[in-house]
């Protein structure tokens, strides 16, 4: 048994962060990886988690304290297995916030798990009232508050501090009395219809969170009954992306557009690219292209490149495409930055280098925040269509699919051309039907001739 100090590791782009919640203290048995405290800067919020087993010997942080990176966190005094190296740089997110997970084991400090932005949170409106049994008790404001920190995830907590709901009167539906977005949800729901329901009867309410969008309970199967069953933890990065893909099909009201791109003189300029650069050692794949020819389709159509906030639109002038990532432990989404100022091979090492990093869970909040539009391309591996879910706040995302040679008719016969299948999912609050048909014919002319990009 040695003691060890646990510090704050690389929090990306932050300097200081207050610490809002402290969720061990002095005897408590921590894991590799359990959350230690959760601070909060003016943009995100994260878990800080242990980068060793052992027992909380010396807590060093208080509610409120400022903290930066190497801070001292706590003493523990640790297992001889499960000791990390030290504080590693953050790695996280996904699909709006999913975290990546680092490789298991002593060789790497956990990273901090970031919390969804406030902004991805505030473009979520509530459900409408219904008549379902809300899980939390309405909001009584002579009740006296609770005593200690309600039990909530840094999202949720943001949520509700931006729905102005007092946490320490909701109800939690979730595991060991976790408060849950949806359970956010149902109170203010409570609130705004006038209802009152008592403790005892939200108490009632069975667990899920579906019953605050007035659904019928989740299916309870025993599976085992039917054939031999294993059970497996969902891994970190799913569990994050899980809940922000989730938030995201349910709030948004997406509708998905599909068409195809003639990439016949593309391709074959493409092929004859990297016949040119094989000694670079840069590869140009289609996405490239795509991420290119995406950013000419957003400069024509600015509202593909906006975020909802409230009644306003957010017009970005900039341009910074994501592209999704398929790696050992889930799905990324790391971003190119100022994708427009960038040339193709610069977009191609970059993706390169990137989509590395993703594989090796060495991606830091920077590589994935910002994005204003993602492209979520399955060309590599087949496929003809699928809907993309929008990874909030951007309002579309593109899914392209594998092309394939097909007949194309020209008038007079037909011939064989490559044709690339596009999938644009949009958000209907933001964008119409014609703008994203629009958006579809414009991208299709640009990968069919590229020169357009100059007119
Ligand atoms: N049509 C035909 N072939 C395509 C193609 C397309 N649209 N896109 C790529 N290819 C080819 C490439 O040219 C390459 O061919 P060669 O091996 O012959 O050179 C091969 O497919 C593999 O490409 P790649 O996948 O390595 O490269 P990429 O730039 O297309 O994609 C990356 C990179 C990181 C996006 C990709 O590896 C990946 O992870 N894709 C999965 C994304 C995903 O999971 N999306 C779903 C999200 S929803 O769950």
Avoid at 283 to 292: E, N, Q
Avoid at 302 to 312: A, Q, V
Avoid at 352 to 379: H, N, Q, V
Wanted: net charge neutral.
């Amino acid at each position: 048994m040695a003691l060890v100090e646990v510090k704050v590791p690389d929090i990306g782009d932050f300097d200081e962060v207050a610490v809002i919640e402290v969720l061990v203290k002095p005897g408590d048995t921590v894991k590799l990886e359990q959350s230690l405290i959760t601070v909060e800067s003016d943009k995100a919020s994260m878990e800080i988690p242990s980068s060793h087993a052992g027992v909380v010997k010396e807590l060093k942080v208080k509610l409120g304290d400022k903290v930066k990176e190497g801070a001292l966190v706590l003493v523990l005094e640790a297992e001889a297995a499960g000791a990390a190296a030290g504080p590693a740089p953050a790695v996280p997110s996904a699909p709006a916030a999913a975290a990546a997970n680092p490789a298991p084991g002593p060789a790497a400090a956990p990273a901090p798990v970031p919390a969804p932005t406030p902004a991805a949170a505030a473009v979520a409106p509530t459900a409408a009232p219904t008549a379902a049994a809300p899980l939390a008790a309405a909001h009584n404001p002579t009740a006296a508050p609770a005593t200690g920190l309600p039990h909530a995830s840094p999202s949720v907590r943001k949520f509700a501090r931006e729905l102005g709901v007092p946490l320490a009167e909701v109800k939690g539906s979730g595991a060991k009395g976790r408060i849950t977005q949806a359970d956010v949800q149902a109170f203010t729901q409570a609130v705004m219809a006038g209802t009152r329901q008592t403790a005892a009867q939200a108490a009632k309410a069975p667990a899920g969170g579906g019953e605050a969008l007035g659904l019928i309970p989740w299916p309870k199967v025993d599976f085992a009954k039917f054939g031999p069953i294993e059970r497996k933890e969902l891994g970190r990065i799913k569990k994050i992306s899980g809940a922000n893909l989730f938030r995201n099909a349910v709030m948004i009201p997406a509708v998905t557009n599909h068409d195809d791109a003639d990439i016949t003189e593309l391709e074959a300029f493409r092929v004859a690219t990297n016949k040119e650069n094989e000694k670079a050692g840069v590869k140009v794949t289609m996405l490239a292209f795509l991420i290119k020819a995406c950013v000419a389709a957003l400069k024509k159509f600015p509202e593909f490149n906006s975020s909802l906030d409230g009644d306003e639109l957010v017009y970005k002038q900039y341009w910074h495409i994501g592209f999704a990532a398929d790696t050992p432990n889930g799905l990324v989404v790391p971003v190119i930055k100022n994708a427009d100022q960038k040339g193709i091979l610069q977009i191609s090492q970059e993706m390169g280098e990137l989509a590395k990093k993703a594989r090796e869970g060495k991606l830091g909040p920077a590589d994935m925040s910002g994005a204003t539009f993602t492209i979520s391309s399955l060309g590599g591996i087949g496929g003809r269509y699928f809907t993309p879910i929008i990874n909030a706040p951007e309002v579309a995302i593109l899914g392209v699919c594998k092309s394939q040679m097909e007949p194309v008719w020209n008038g007079k016969e037909f011939v064989p051309r490559l044709m690339l299948p596009l999938s644009l999912t949009w958000d209907h609050r933001v964008i119409d039907g014609a703008a994203a048909a629009r958006f579809n014919a414009y991208l299709g002319q640009v990968l069919a001739d590229f020169r357009r990009i100059m007119l």
